[in-house]
Each structure stands twice: as C-alpha cells, then as structure tokens.
C-alpha cells in the first residue's frame, strides 16, 4: 500500500539540495573540537548567553581579541583573550566584570578558541 502525504507540498521542495548538517557547517577539525555550555552573563556582549552552546577547536593557537575557554586555578571561564601594554588579560565582554590580568604565577591553561555559538532565540 502506498503513502500519500496529508498536507500541501511545499514549493521549497524544488530548491533543497541537501540536508543541513551542523556538525559539517560548524565543525572543521572534529578530533580537536568539543562542545561547553555558557554559565552567567559575562559575555553577553559578544553574543554569548547563559545556556548557549560554544563550539571549541582545542588546535587553533589562540591570538590577542579571540574568544577562549581556559581554566584558572580549576575553574573554567570564556573570556576574551587581549594583549594591551605587553599585558595579557582575559576581557569579559560585560562592564560589570573586570579583566583578568595573567601573571605568570597564576595558574591558567587555555583549552580552545570559540569558534561558534550556539542559541536559542
């Protein structure tokens, strides 16, 4: 017995050439990429919210005005990575936060740049 559709054919029909797939559209090394969800409001400013999904490459050298995931004595941020009077520092991108300044007895590790977000509207 064959099937017959119960709603009207869509006319977009005629111009979808493939599937979306977010894993090819936001992924480019996958060996290297994982996925962290945004806590607090920080970086609202750049579009990040709480919830939001980042999408992480660990192989990409991190440079001065990338978006980072790094862990300071444990604990793991997204901040903005700045390089300002030969000064490192990690800018949230909210007023009400103040920058981190990286000195070298602090204990941080960067584990990737963001490199797309993902929220609901």
């Known amino acids: 017995m064959g099937k017959v559709s119960a709603g009207f054919p869509s006319p977009a029909d005629d111009y979808i050439e493939k599937t979306l797939d977010l894993n090819e559209l936001l ?3 996958p060996a290297a990429t994982f996925f962290a969800r945004a806590q607090g409001n920080s970086m609202t400013g750049a579009g990040i919210f709480p919830n939001d999904i980042l999408v992480v490459d660990h192989s990409i050298e991190p440079v001065s005005g990338n978006v980072v995931i790094c862990a300071i004595d444990g604990e793991l941020t997204v901040k903005r990575l700045i390089m300002e009077n ?10 009400d936060y103040p920058d981190i300044m990286i000195y070298e007895e602090i204990d941080m590790v960067i584990w990737g740049v963001v490199t797309n977000v993902i929220h609901s509207l």
């Not at 030969?86 to 007023?95: G, I, P, S, V």
């Open 27 to 29: 992924v480019q090394k």
């Open 86 to 95: 030969d000064q490192w520092k990690l800018r949230a991108e909210n007023t």
